[in-house]
């Protein structure tokens, strides 16, 4: 079946201008992830959803970074303001669901360049 | 808290010779332990993954990995390396909840002619 897809996969967007990406995860996994690479670093997470909730939105980084998700499906993580420090690989990941581990699986992310 | 260390950011080794990408962590509860490979342009992809019994486990590709909990790593070995394995190597933990992966760094191994 399908992965995880990401869409756009490229993004360039000039300072101030808000953002939205999305991410479709493999059918029937409840579980929905984001984390930011940004350049030379590792992954951070920003945040998961179980279902449409999200009981951990820890990681994201400022009041400028929210996201939702829609019947338990499509999530979009909005980015209002973006700023140069934004620019990195927003990458999605689903697994079947949370509260014991299950394998995350990833997409193949979106890149954002904020000139 | 969590956190993951890999203190090696880029590994040159030759094709056929043996390679090992260290990864240590800390942890104040116990963890499951991951490697993903990221190819260029692609998706991270599980390589290998330590949730308990054994401490050395096998993965795709022809890469091991073990845990020691003493001396608190979960390091990556493979004794004869491709060409096709040059790619971006993530060591990452989380709790036994699973809800978010804690990233190391990464680990750029090129592997040359």
């Known amino acids: 079946g399908a992965g995880v897809s990401q869409s756009p996969s490229n993004k360039v967007t000039e300072k101030g201008k808000d953002v939205e990406l999305r991410c479709d995860p493999i059918s029937g996994h409840t579980a929905l992830y984001w984390y930011r690479q940004r350049l030379g670093q590792g992954l951070e997470f920003l945040i998961y959803f179980q279902g449409n909730s999200a009981p951990d939105k820890s990681g994201l980084p400022s009041d400028r970074f929210s996201a939702e998700r829609t019947g338990e499906s499509v999530s979009t993580l909005t980015i209002q303001r973006t700023q140069q420090e934004d620019s990195a690989v927003y990458l999605c990941?689903?697994?079947?669901?949370?509260?014991?581990?299950?394998?995350?699986?990833f997409g193949p992310g979106t890149r954002l360049t904020v000139l | 808290a969590q956190s993951v260390t890999q203190l090696d950011s880029q590994v040159p080794v030759f094709e056929e010779a043996p390679v090992e990408l260290r990864c240590n962590y800390s942890?104040?509860?116990?963890?499951?332990l991951f490697w993903y490979v990221q190819y260029p342009n692609q998706g991270l992809q599980l390589l290998l993954k330590?949730?308990?019994?054994?401490?050395l486990v096998k993965g795709i590709n022809g890469f091991e990995a073990e845990f020691n909990k003493s001396q608190t790593s979960f390091h990556l070995r493979k004794p004869s390396v491709h060409i096709s394995d040059t790619a971006e190597y993530f060591c990452a933990v989380t709790p036994p909840s699973g809800n978010k992966l804690t990233f190391g760094t990464g680990t750029q191994l090129k592997v040359e002619l």
């Open positions: 942890s104040s509860v116990s963890v499951y």
């Open positions: 330590y949730l308990s019994g054994s401490t």
């Open positions: 990941a689903s697994s079947a669901t949370s509260g014991q581990y299950n394998e995350q699986f």
